[in-house]
């Protein structure tokens, strides 16, 4: 009897990859364009994994959405901009290998759940040469910013695996939140944007990369 197919579903930004440079520098050039007050630093780090608009609406309350639009717009020129530029934000380490090893198992389908745009991942996945990694990516040209479960339970479609093989992994609460509402199991890490406190509800939390094919037996086991 062969294994039930698992589907791996993966955060990029602050779970994948250290972009936490390019995020603040685009956002920077966001609020001056508009002449607006930047937030701090860890505001700014807070709302990674929203969809832009959403962000934008919590970085700016009080403003209208025409203005978080334009919020929106001038960050994806921004960002945009230092990608044409090769500002390239690095995988975290240990990343690589692991995502290898985990594709060459058979019945592992590896996914990504982004707030990312379809070209800003495109671009990303090209650049590290990570093409024919992930068998599904969800976007936000798509769905519903996280953590409305919408990017996982399109994934777990896409893929045909149910709830009960699915592990959603990430960074923030927003993650976790989505994996919850899609009733799929939750993998924190604990190198991004979020402190600690925040992945209280993920049913693991790890410290590094080399932690999470075990922590994945782990819940597999448990739900057998």
């Known amino acids: 009897m062969s294994a039930p197919l698992r589907l791996i579903i993966f955060d990029v930004d602050g779970t994948l990859v250290d972009s936490q440079n390019s995020i603040v520098a685009a956002m920077k050039a966001a609020f001056a364009a508009l002449d607006m007050p930047l937030p701090p630093r860890a505001e700014l780090l807070g709302i990674v994994g929203l969809s832009l608009e959403v962000a934008m609406a919590r970085l700016a309350p009080g403003r209208d959405p025409a203005c978080h639009a334009r919020l929106a717009d001038a960050y994806r020129d921004s960002f945009r901009s230092g990608r044409e530029r090769g500002d390239l934000p ?14 060459g198992v058979p019945e592992n389908i590896l996914g990504i759940a ?23 990516t969800q976007v936000a040209d798509h769905h519903p910013s996280k953590p409305h479960p919408s990017m996982i339970e399109t994934a777990m479609a896409e893929a ?29 890490v ?18 590094d990369f080399e932690a999470l094919p075990r922590a994945l037996d782990d819940i597999w086991a448990a739900r057998q």
């Open 160 to 188: 045909g695996v149910g709830p009960g093989d699915t592990v959603m992994i990430g960074d923030t609460s927003f993650d976790i939140d989505m994996a919850r509402a899609a009733r799929v199991a939750a993998i924190g």
């Open 90 to 103: 690095p995988l975290f380490p240990g990343a690589r290998a692991v995502l290898d090893r985990l594709a």
């Open 190 to 207: 604990d190198w991004g944007y979020h402190p600690a406190p925040a992945l209280a509800a993920a049913d693991r939390v790890i410290e």
């Open 114 to 136: 982004t707030g990312k745009s379809a070209r800003g991942l495109a671009a990303l996945i090209g650049a590290h040469g990570l093409d024919g990694v992930f068998a599904t």
